[in-house]
């Protein structure tokens, strides 16, 4: 793995290795040990994955690199490209770089000689996201094999769908997508089926927020969403008793999900979270153990890489 930027090029084989090494991190973070540095570049806003992959990169003992997007040089028009090359030169040995564009990163992984991690990129990729979910889902069966996972909400607009959806294929997983409609994207060719046959078929439903932010008109009226396409108590009875419930968040309660059911017994929100800290460890040395141990070597390997 040269960089990790999308669940598309994932094979099985790495996806397990990644849920046993996120195991394994939370029972013993000193598996990985260096003398590194990270730089969280977050270009869009963010609370869980901002805070998780901080959280990771402490309990692996790295130092961390501010970066606030509006008192840096963006604001006086310095590109991704020229910040990324920046902090490369000033020593960082990992980029975590969330972006709104969807390919940000095909400019930048030519040219970088260290590693990067999608944080998020557009609409396309989230894949520390579905790595963290399948870590969850993974505690939860033992296997993937044939589950029925439903990811319900506003698909079109969800990098979160789209990872997941490439992942859990090559997992073996069952994938249907659940939408409101003008909230498809046919483009995966995964099937359809409304909410209500998704609560009584599924044994993981994954929630997403409808994510206004995205949209190309500005308002979109949620006041019936939940009733017509979100997770009502009724619904929520109507699961298999060994049924759970995923979402990325952040939730808007009453929308896609009612208040209620976001900490109920079925829910795995609050878990996701917590395994995306081990996920991140993970994945973080994972990477750095196969780029080599320090930042001269880095730049050494990967300028013969180039040449
Ligand atoms: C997701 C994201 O940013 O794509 N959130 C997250 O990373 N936990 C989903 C979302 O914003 O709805």
Not at 208 to 226: I, P
Not at 230 to 251: N, W, Y
């Given at each position: 793995m040269r960089h990790f930027i999308s669940t598309r090029e994932l094979s099985a084989a790495s996806i397990f290795n990644i849920l046993n090494t996120a195991e394994e991190m939370r029972e013993n973070p000193d598996l990985f040990s260096g003398n590194y540095f990270a730089a969280n570049l977050f270009f869009e806003p963010s609370t869980r994955t901002k805070m998780s992959f901080l959280m990771a990169e402490k309990k692996l003992g790295m130092e961390v690199l501010d970066f606030q997007m509006e008192s840096s040089s963006m604001a006086k028009g310095e590109s991704l490209y020229d910040t990324a090359r920046t902090y490369e030169a000033i020593g960082a040995d990992l980029l975590i770089v969330r972006h709104k564009h969807d390919r940000w990163f095909d400019e930048l992984a030519q040219k970088l000689s260290v590693p990067m991690i999608n944080a998020g990129s557009g609409k396309r990729d989230h894949p520390t996201q579905s790595m963290l979910d399948l870590l969850t889902i993974y505690q939860e069966f033992g296997s993937f094999n044939n589950l029925n996972i439903v990811i319900a909400g506003d698909i079109k607009h969800s990098r979160v769908a789209r990872s997941n959806a490439y992942a859990l294929r090559t997992m073996g997983a069952?994938?249907?997508?659940?939408?409101?409609?003008?909230?498809?994207?046919?483009?995966?060719?995964?099937?359809?089926?409304?909410?209500?046959?998704?609560?009584?078929?599924?044994?993981?439903?994954?929630?997403?927020?409808?994510?206004?932010?995205?949209?190309?008109?500005?308002?979109?009226?949620?006041?019936?969403?939940?009733?017509?396409?979100?997770?009502?108590?009724?619904?929520?009875?109507?699961?298999?008793?060994?049924?759970?419930?995923?979402?990325?968040?952040?939730?808007?309660?009453?929308?896609?999900?009612?208040?209620?059911l976001v900490e109920c017994e079925r829910s795995r929100i609050f878990k996701q979270m917590e395994n995306g800290v081990y996920t991140r460890m993970a994945i973080i040395s994972i990477l750095l153990n196969e780029w080599g141990f320090d930042h001269e070597h880095i730049t050494e390997k990967c300028q013969t890489l180039k040449v």
């Open positions: 069952n994938v249907y997508f659940s939408a409101a409609p003008g909230f498809e994207d046919d483009s995966l060719g995964i099937p359809y089926m409304s909410i209500d046959e998704a609560c009584e078929m599924c044994d993981v439903l994954m929630l997403l927020r409808v994510q206004h932010e995205r949209h190309a008109t500005t308002s979109h009226d949620t006041s019936s969403y939940l009733v017509n396409y979100g997770l009502t108590p009724e619904r929520e009875q109507r699961m298999q008793d060994h049924a759970i419930i995923l979402h990325p968040a952040p939730v808007n309660r009453g929308v896609e999900i009612d208040t209620g």
